[in-house]
């Protein structure tokens, strides 16, 4: 066998460790033909040893029931991509991310591909994408790509440091 290196940090994973910390969140959703539902809770972010992020969410899902969710996320220096999964209390979903950084550096965009909102039958891209504003805010938006190949956002959730 030969020798194991630790893999250190890179830029990449840097990035994601201002996320780490104790969040409070507010957002709205949005589904095709009804009214925006307001919805809110908590967040802890943890490192796990400076390479991959996890964040443990709790709180109220946009139909008011209680929600827990678990998102990861990594860079992967051989395929030159942020990486990660999300799962979350109400639904059965786990969705894979594949991701980059915008050119400002502020923006984490994640690809991944779940069940169509306009035809559960079918599959459809998603997209996240987590916008740093500062140190102790940022927004993440969830949009989907409809049939039409338009791109329409169903959720936004603003986050403050606690």
């Known amino acids: 066998m030969g020798d194991f290196t630790q893999p250190k940090p890179q830029k990449e994973h840097e990035w994601l460790q201002q996320l780490v910390g104790e969040w409070k969140w507010e957002g709205d959703a949005a589904e095709p033909e ?7 809770g908590t967040e802890i972010v943890r490192s796990i040893g400076g390479l ?5 969410g709790r709180g109220q899902a946009p139909d008011g029931a209680a929600s827990e969710s678990v ?20 639904m059965t979903e786990m969705w894979v991310y ?3 950084l ?9 690809d991944t591909e779940g069940p169509s909102f306009e035809d559960m039958t079918r599959r459809a891209r998603y997209k ?14 969830s949009s989907y790509q409809g049939e039409g190949g338009s791109w329409y956002q169903f959720m936004s959730l603003h986050y403050r440091r606690k």
């Open 98 to 100: 594949q991701g980059w």
């Open 34 to 40: 009804k009214e925006n539902q307001k919805h809110h």
């Open 71 to 90: 998102m990861t996320l990594g860079y992967n220096p051989e395929k030159s991509a942020f990486v990660g999964t999300f799962v979350a209390s109400m």
């Open 102 to 110: 915008d050119s400002s550096k502020n923006e984490l965009v994640l």
């Open 52 to 56: 991959w992020i996890v964040a443990e």
């Open 128 to 141: 996240d994408v987590i916008r740093i504003v500062d140190k102790d805010n940022r927004i993440m938006t």
